[in-house]
């Protein structure tokens, strides 16, 4: 056995996590997985999901990634420490997708949230999830439940931006 998968997974998260997955998919993260079972549980629990559509080579292919990631996730009943979802929709099935995915990743938790979909209308749990920390939204439509009374829950929030969001009068107001 070698010595990196006797770390702690809080520790060989942290050395994941410094992999540049800016050229593209985890590559390295997914090569990882074969290696070993440990590694193949490393990588299904890291928490930093990474959901960026123009790392594909085709919207299928992304959207299957998604799913399957997302599922695999939340049945280990683990918290994000970060999610980047940046996609556009095209389709009913798209949005249906996204929006399984993104209400079980939520309800399990999520501490820091980028979210790029525009026209995307954010589900209401958005707006109720305990341990969000950090909430960047570009070009989504801000949930329906914003202009009800009680309706934002966000305890733990340090950060937000939002960017190329439409806020009707009636919130801005309240």
């Not at 909430?135 to 914003?146: A, E, F, H, N, V």
């Amino acid at each position: 056995m070698d010595r990196i998968s006797q770390l702690p997974d809080f520790i060989a998260h942290h050395i994941l996590s410094c992999f540049d997955t800016s050229d593209g998919l985890p590559i390295d993260l997914v090569r990882m997985s074969v290696l070993s079972k440990t590694w193949f549980h490393l990588t299904a629990s890291f928490p930093i999901l990474d959901f960026t559509i123009y790392k594909f080579k085709s919207r299928n292919s992304f959207f299957k990634y998604v799913e399957y990631t997302t599922f695999r996730f939340c049945n280990q009943n683990l918290t994000a420490q970060k999610l980047t979802l940046w996609a556009n929709i095209r389709r009913s099935e798209e949005r249906d997708i996204v929006n399984r995915c993104l209400i079980l990743l939520l309800k399990n938790g999520v501490k820091e949230l980028l979210i790029s979909m525009p026209k995307y209308c954010l589900p209401n749990i958005l707006l109720s999830v305990p341990v969000l920390k950090s909430l960047t939204i570009y070009s989504c439509k801000l949930p329906s439940s914003l202009m009800l009374d009680d309706a934002v829950k966000l305890k733990s929030l340090i950060y937000l931006a939002l960017e190329s969001v439409r806020i009707d009068d009636q919130v801005y107001h309240q």
